[in-house]
């Protein structure tokens, strides 16, 4: 297992050197143009490839879990015609009819996705290098790579294009609110000072640190990522010594697990001494889909519970002082669908997507 683990690890450090990271922007939100469905499209994609499509997709194949989960959010799932099925896209509960992977349950089976005759393939930023995108396209078939890093703002903006090339702008700006509204509700629950440390635990004593996906997805919770504030950058091991004399409040791990996968030794901090334990769904905390807005809700609502509490008793007694008093109705300011509080950290390539579920498995 732990020969396993090095070699993803080390998989995922040179995919991500091939992938530019931006200097954090706080939590301010960002802009993202409503997706616009008008064929014939053309669009380049994250390879400078021009892929254009005369008219609307009847059939599309997911080469990832993350690009799957993205299809299947903005509900176009009735145009898949092939995506990885196995362990990492359990979740979607598809029919093993549409399995175009490898036994590995991510790897994706060129010849496989050949047969489906699609009209479109989504490629994950990850498969850019990757010569399967090249013999598909030799094959004749058009593929889009996302051109984007797999960043919280990068998936807001993968939804977009989704939309845009599938013809499901409707559904897409939906799944954009959606997103909007979790993440609003999170921002306003999480303190912006004295949040508690944490340790992501992914297991034999690897972590997530600066320059990850991860690392956002914690940081966008409320709480302060141990890895990253002990220098590490990409996923590396974190010695037993650092983490006691660190002592976090909190240890993160993949629900896979079952229980925290941490050394003897760390059982002497606080986190562990405490029970203070937030164990996440594993894909959603490593594939970079819409709902990786759960890990993050996950996350907060564990750490942060008295807050969420607070701010719901605060929108119940407003509602009902608006009741008594019968006030004109107001419209509720929701934000625009393309506008994403707390996505505002671009960061590395969470490079193979779905390998990192991997890690949870002893």
């Given at each position: 297992m732990r020969k396993l683990l090095v070699l993803c690890i080390t998989v995922l450090l040179a995919v991500a050197t091939f992938t530019p990271a931006v200097a954090a922007g706080g939590a301010a939100a960002i802009s993202e143009e409503s997706p616009t469905c008008e064929f014939p499209l053309e669009l380049e994609d994250?390879?400078?490839?021009?892929?254009?499509?005369?008219?609307?997709?009847?059939s599309v194949v997911a080469l990832q879990p993350s690009d799957a989960q993205t299809v299947v959010e903005i509900g176009a799932e009735y145009k898949l015609v092939g995506m990885p099925v196995?362990?990492?896209?359990?979740?979607?509960?598809?029919?093993?009819?549409?399995?175009?992977?490898?036994?590995?349950?991510?790897?994706?089976?060129?010849e496989e996705v050949i047969d489906r005759e699609p009209d479109v393939v989504l490629a994950a930023n990850a498969l850019a290098g990757d010569d399967i995108v090249d013999q598909l396209r030799d094959a004749?078939?058009?593929v889009y790579v996302y051109p984007t890093e797999e960043s919280l703002d990068g998936v807001a903006e993968n939804v977009r294009l989704t939309g845009e090339l599938l013809g499901e702008c409707e559904g897409a700006d939906e799944s954009l609110e959606w997103m909007d509204d979790r993440l609003s509700e999170i921002e306003a629950a999480v303190p912006d000072e004295d949040r508690p440390l944490a340790y992501y635990e992914m297991g034999d004593g690897y972590t997530a640190g600066q320059g990850t996906f991860q690392d956002e997805i914690l940081t966008t919770a409320g709480?302060?990522?141990?890895?990253?504030?002990?220098?590490?950058?990409?996923?590396?091991?974190?010695?037993?010594?650092v983490v006691l004399e660190a002592d976090p409040e909190?240890?993160?791990?993949?629900?896979?697990?079952?229980?925290?996968?941490?050394?003897?030794?760390?059982?002497?901090?606080?986190?562990?001494?405490?029970?203070?334990?937030?164990?996440?769904?594993?894909?959603?905390?490593?594939q970079p889909g819409p709902l990786v807005v759960e890990a993050i809700d996950e996350i907060a609502q564990v750490v942060h519970g008295d807050e969420f509490e607070d701010d719901a008793a605060a929108a119940d007694d407003a509602d009902g002082e608006a009741d008594d008093t019968g006030g004109d109705e107001t419209d509720a300011t929701d934000g625009d669908a393309e506008s994403i509080p707390g996505f505002g950290v671009a960061v590395a390539a969470l490079a193979l997507i779905g390998a990192i579920g991997l890690f949870v498995r002893r």
């Open positions: 994250g390879t400078g490839e021009t892929v254009t499509l005369e008219e609307e997709p009847e196995g362990e990492f896209t359990a979740y979607l509960d598809a029919d093993e009819e549409l399995d175009i992977s490898e036994d590995d349950g991510v790897t994706p089976v060129t004749g078939l058009e709480v302060d990522n141990l890895g990253a504030e002990a220098g590490l950058e990409d996923w590396e091991t974190l010695s037993e010594e909190w240890i993160v791990y993949g629900a896979d697990f079952g229980e925290p996968p941490v050394a003897e030794s760390v059982m002497g901090t606080t986190a562990y001494q405490n029970e203070q334990f937030v164990a996440v769904d594993s894909q959603f905390m490593s």
